[in-house]
């Protein structure tokens, strides 16, 4: 079983849109989480963190169920500039290292 | 600022012969790591340094892969003999490591390809 797992996609959405991800992690112990944004041929950049009571930056929330072991995106209407691959990432306390979910693919069509 | 800085941004080279990829983190971060990316395996941390010693190499594939960090300023990725499965896409990041987790920043990578 993989550390990190996502539905890979793609996610096809129109404009306007509400779109949600789910991932999931192996590792109990993880106490860290966080989602990446990746444009296509560029660099991973950090999108927010996820906090264990859920967080919102503007039409982003990020939420962790702890019990069940996983993480979830949402984003809410949808523009064509959040087209681009969105990577669940977990690290261990007082870690650096971190796993990288494959990422999911998504696409916000006019 | 400069961000993390890596070059060369493109590498094509040939089957046997040695790679070296570098990195300049952005100054004053205290930890640096090397990734790897394919669409078949997704990214991965391949090493990672904490003020320039190396903590976890568990993710470097095989003897062929070596990585340096010298000084705060500058790292090296080797390979070498290099094999066209080493194909991908390689990340530099560095962070300021404080307590807890912080925000590591990725350099724009080095595209690599082996005939």
């Known amino acids: 079983r993989k550390e990190v797992e996502q539905d890979p996609g793609p996610f096809n959405v129109p404009e306007g849109a509400t779109v949600a991800f789910n991932c999931t992690y192996s590792n109990s112990a993880s106490q860290s989480f966080f989602w990446y944004r990746q444009d296509c041929r560029k660099e991973p950049k950090l999108l927010m963190s996820?906090?264990?009571s859920g967080n919102e930056d503007g039409r982003f929330t990020a939420q962790l169920n702890r019990a069940s072991q996983y993480i979830s995106l949402l984003i809410r209407d949808s523009k064509l500039s959040d087209s681009a691959t969105y990577l669940c990432v977990v690290i261990l306390y007082n870690n650096n290292d971190m796993r990288f979910g494959a990422g999911t693919r998504l696409t916000v069509k006019p | 600022d400069a961000g993390v800085i890596q070059s060369p941004r493109h590498e094509v080279t040939e089957m046997g012969q040695e790679v070296t990829l570098r990195c300049k983190p952005i100054s004053g971060h205290n930890s640096l790591f090397w990734y790897r990316q394919t669409m078949m395996r997704g990214l991965e941390l391949l090493i990672y340094f904490n003020n320039n010693v190396p903590i976890d190499d568990s993710g470097m594939p095989e003897d062929r892969f070596s990585a340096k960090m010298p000084n705060a300023s500058f790292s090296t990725l080797k390979i070498q003999p290099s094999e066209p499965r080493d194909s991908a896409v390689y990340f530099c990041?560095?962070?300021?490591?404080?307590?807890?987790?912080?925000?590591?920043?990725f350099g724009p990578g080095t595209r690599l390809t082996v005939l």
């Open positions: 996820v906090y264990s």
């Open positions: 990041a560095s962070s300021l490591r404080d307590r807890g987790y912080n925000e590591q920043f």
